[in-house]
């Protein structure tokens, strides 16, 4: 591994045998999205509706190998397809992301920082891998907070978008960070990966005793599954949620969260995911287009889809 400059580190990557050949298009620029239930993520609507807005000529294809019929490739077989065929980059969901970091050609620092790739410029033959999630959080974190101390905060959820957002926690210099899984060796790696950072003065540990960690706790981060909606459980005992906390949440799937309803019901300062969004998409835009997208545009069309207004 050589280090070729301050913002990205260049891999060797293996490289298929045999050569597809690329598909004539019409279309100045063909994104993939490459996951599993990808019918409902809003930040590829949101990408297409800008480009509309800015005439540019953008489609983006699914790869879900659990929807297809005939094939079923792997992570390798799918990112050497989008250097063969001539993609411009794809958006990287679960179960992805970890497995993405290990097979691209450079690895930006938001990469190596986190261990989780989300999106995947191709430029000249090579696949160069981005975590736009890390930025996004941080600024959204940064704005929502506005001259607030975060303070200590209990992060939960310690899979690749826990890893995610435990990097931009750190980019924000949280007095300290705690890590809960339900699988403790999961959460155990995530503090390793955290404290093994040259870059970062944050201390992580992991959570043992939750209801401790949570009353110590001035922001709560959830990063799981849980949540999504008020037939799902809850992440966390909704009694464990005081006035005095900041709680953010990540889904967009809805927005509003059975963690932000609690947290709004009990007066703390709830953080929906929707600001979120539109810095992802405004990060996405930019690494996979080269083009700088209208933030007050994006923030329109999220407000439009949200159907509430983006603070």
């Known amino acids: 591994m050589t280090n070729r400059g301050p913002q990205v580190i260049h891999l060797k990557r293996y ?6 050949q690329p598909v004539r298009r019409s279309t100045p620029i063909c ?3 490459i ?7 809003l930040c590829p609507q949101l990408l297409t509706t800008e480009a509309q807005a800015m005439g540019l000529d953008l489609e983006i294809d699914r790869l879900d190998p659990t929807k297809l019929v005939r094939a079923a490739p792997n992570l390798a077989q799918m990112l050497d397809m989008l250097v063969q065929t001539g993609y411009a980059g794809a958006l990287i969901a679960s179960p992805y992301k970890w497995s993405a970091a ?3 050609d450079v690895r930006s620092l938001s990469t190596e ?9 191709v430029k000249d033959g090579e696949l160069t891998g981005y975590n736009a999630l890390t930025w996004a959080a941080r600024q959204h974190l940064r704005h929502a907070l506005g001259k607030r101390d975060p303070g200590r905060v209990i992060l939960l959820g310690a899979g690749a978008t826990g890893a995610s957002l435990a990097s931009a926690l750190c980019d924000l210099k949280v007095q300290a960070l705690d890590i809960y899984d339900l699988i403790p060796e999961r959460a155990a790696r995530l503090v390793a990966h955290v404290n093994a950072r040259e870059d970062s003065t944050v201390t992580a540990q992991a959570v043992t005793n939750l209801p401790q960690a949570l009353a110590e706790a001035d922001g709560i981060v959830n990063a799981t599954p849980l949540g999504r909606s008020p037939m799902s459980a809850s992440p966390i005992p909704f009694d464990t949620i005081r006035p005095g906390h900041w709680v953010a949440d990540v889904h967009d799937d809805p927005f509003e969260t059975t963690l932000i309803r609690a947290t709004r019901a009990v007066g703390g300062l709830a953080i929906n995911a929707v600001c979120l969004t539109v810095f992802r998409t405004l990060r996405e835009f930019h690494l996979l287009t080269g083009k700088a997208p209208d933030l007050g545009r994006l923030r329109n069309a999220m407000e439009a889809k949200a159907n509430e207004p983006v603070q």
Do not use: K, M, N
């Open 15 to 20: 490289r298929a045998a045999t050569r597809l």
């Open 31 to 33: 994104l993939a999205c």
């Open 35 to 41: 996951g599993h239930s990808l019918d409902r993520w």
């Open 102 to 104: 290990r097979l691209v």
């Open 113 to 121: 920082a986190s261990g989780a790739v989300t999106t995947v410029v």
